[in-house]
């Protein structure tokens, strides 16, 4: 099934998975279309990045094989082979930049190493091995500020420049890290699992191996929220009787009992993930429930997606909100009409071999509705800044 998802500025959804396949999907005025498919690795795709500007992609994987694609082209471009175990990967340049800067961390030791691919080189052009004391788990790329957010095995958050590889001085609001909130998760004794950017670069969020997800602002290092989706917080929300969360006792019995199946899990399912919409006003994430949609100014729950899917448990989601690059407007052509926004959640389900898919709209015809698989309702919801729209979820064999 799959393990890993990702979406681009370039309206390509891109999933990796525990076979070390990897599947192109091309956002299209109305859903998606696959569009390629790769063996890439002979382990299980491990991790997967895209580039800011979604020109570029990386897949890696335990069997220590590094492979490049040129996204536009769905085209591998560059293959490496690592003299050590890959941890994470993320690409470190805005377009434009001279050099197209990839990032690697090492499984087993706090290095973390930065390849130049425009180069063609498989030698780093440095390696960082002073920022952690602990094997890195998680990179983030933070456009806006040009800097990096890394966290470690023990918990620790870094911020680093892309340019000098040191403190982004001039990105931030604080000159020492006993100033921020930046020890929060060494404190709690956890680790960030996954770590997403807003666009604007302002806040970021992680999802942490203690079932809660954080969200700091970037510039002063301060935790602006805290959720928590442990079992623990389930059952009470559960007990509370509240009409917006209640569940059958029976679904949300065989829901509890599936959510220890997923703690036990470890590594060998999809790495969980909370990500904010285009405007950083909302943040989604996967629960026991489905997919929450959290109002961050009022902290308000306005909408949960896929509540009715009681069968399947939504683990990792890639939001895609904006317009479709496929048709050029000529003036005086007749019945051309402006694309529309189709504001689409992509999301992977615990023991699925399926890509589950959002949207406002309902299948066109048969056709459509074959290519798409069975459709279902999802409850009201429209991935945009207004979210008031009904929404429908899909979903698409591995």
Partial sequence: GFLTLQATPTDFIITGSADGHLKFWKKQEQGVEFVKHYRSHIGAVDGLAASHDGSLCVSISRDRSVKVYDVLGFDMIMMMKLPYTPGAAEWIFKKGDAASKLAISDLNSPTIHIYDVASGSEEPITSLGSLHASPVTVLRFNAAANTVISS??????????????????????????????????????????????????????????????????????????????????????????????????????????????????????????????????????????????????????????????????????????????????????????????????????????????????????????????AWSRAGGFGIDNAFGCMCTCSSVHA
């Avoid at 703690?263 to 929450?292: Q, V």
């Avoid at 689409?344 to 699925?352: E, G, H, I, P, S």
């Fill in 152 to 373: 470690d095995a023990k918990g620790f958050i870094e911020y680093w420049s892309c340019d000098d590889f040191k403190h982004p001085a001039a990105a931030v609001k604080f000159s020492m890290k006993m100033d921020t909130d930046l020890f929060a998760l060494a404190k709690a004794k956890t680790t960030a699992r996954s770590l997403e950017v807003s666009k604007d670069g302002a806040q970021f969020a992680a999802f942490c191996a203690d079932s809660r997800v954080r969200v700091w602002r970037f510039a002063t290092g301060k935790l602006r929220r805290t959720y928590d989706e442990s079992l623990e917080a389930a059952h009470e929300l559960q007990k509370s009787g509240a009409q917006q969360f209640a569940l059958d006792d029976m679904d949300f019995g065989r829901r509890y009992a599936m959510e220890k199946e997923i703690r036990a899990a470890g590594d060998s399912i999809p790495t969980p993930n909370a990500l904010f919409d285009e405007s950083g006003n909302f943040l989604l994430l996967p629960s026991l429930l489905g997919i929450k949609v959290i109002n961050l100014a009022t902290n308000a729950l306005p909408r949960l997606l896929g509540k009715p899917e009681n069968t399947e448990r939504f683990l990792r989601i890639a939001l895609w909100q904006g317009l479709p690059k496929k048709h050029k407007i000529r003036p005086g052509m007749p019945d051309m009409k402006l694309p529309e926004r189709d504001p689409t959640l992509v999301a992977l389900a615990y023991k699925k071999q399926r890509l589950y898919i959002f949207s406002r709209r309902e299948p066109a015809d048969a056709e459509d509705a074959a290519v798409s698989g």
